[in-house]
Nanobody, 118 residues
C-alpha cells in the first residue's frame, strides 16, 4: 500500500503564489508518474499537471505558464509551484501517483484546499 500526504494549501489573494507538496510512503517498489488533479465545487475532477519518472511533464492548458510541477525521486515527493493564482484556481487539489507496491496501481491523497480570493 501507498500513502500520500499533501501539504501547502491555504488561502491566498489573486496574483499570489502557493507551493503544494506531496510525499509518498509505504511498500513502494517503484513510482512511475506523479501529479496533481483538482476538483472545484460542482465540477468534475480535472488534471492539473503530471510528471513521469523520466521528468516529462504535462499541464492543463489553464495552468500552463503559471504552474510548475517538479519531483524529488529520492524522497518520493512531488511539488506544485503555483504562481499568478486566479479565483478560478480555487479547488481541492489531489496528489496522485502510479506506483508498484507491489502491483501497479493509482493512489490518491486526501486532498488539500486551495482558495484564491479576488
Amino acid at each position: 500500500q501507498v500513502q500520500l500526504v499533501e501539504s501547502g494549501g491555504g488561502l491566498v489573494q489573486a496574483g499570489g503564489s502557493l507551493r503544494l507538496s506531496c510525499a509518498a510512503s509505504g511498500s513502494i517498489f517503484s513510482i512511475n508518474a506523479m501529479g496533481w488533479y483538482r476538483q472545484a465545487p460542482g465540477k468534475q475532477r480535472e488534471l492539473v499537471a503530471t510528471i513521469t519518472s523520466g521528468g516529462s511533464t504535462n499541464y492543463a492548458d489553464s495552468v500552463k505558464g503559471r504552474f510548475t510541477i517538479s519531483r524529488d525521486k529520492a524522497k518520493n515527493t512531488v511539488y506544485l509551484q503555483m504562481n499568478s493564482l486566479k479565483p478560478e484556481d480555487t479547488a481541492v487539489y489531489y496528489c496522485y501517483c502510479y506506483a508498484f507496491a507491489p502491483g501497479w496501481a493509482n493512489y490518491w491523497g486526501q486532498g488539500t484546499q486551495v482558495t484564491v480570493s479576488s
